[in-house]
């Protein structure tokens, strides 16, 4: 058993935390894996793939950024709520 469960405090990684660090992850992935958007078809609007893609993850990099910093919060008010006892 850790110390820090030893001592009454919750550990630092936690699968929540996990799912955080997934979250923030994605988006560079995403952006770094170039190769699977350096391509011309299918266009949007007559907008070629590799620029409405990256706009796109624009976007979804912004919910992914909220959802975690709402998951940030809970496990924050959850080790605070943990502290009381």
Do not use: H
């Amino acid at each position: 058993m850790s110390q820090a469960t030893q001592q009454g405090k919750p550990p630092v990684v936690t699968p929540l935390r996990v799912v955080i660090g997934l979250l923030l992850f994605a988006p560079f992935v995403a952006m770094l894996w170039v190769g699977s958007y350096a391509k011309v078809d299918p266009t949007f609007i007559g907008i070629p793939f590799f620029y409405w893609y990256q706009m796109l993850w624009v976007l979804i990099s912004t919910a992914l950024t909220v959802i975690a910093y709402k998951l940030w919060q809970f496990d924050q008010r959850a080790r605070k709520g943990g502290d009381a006892k």
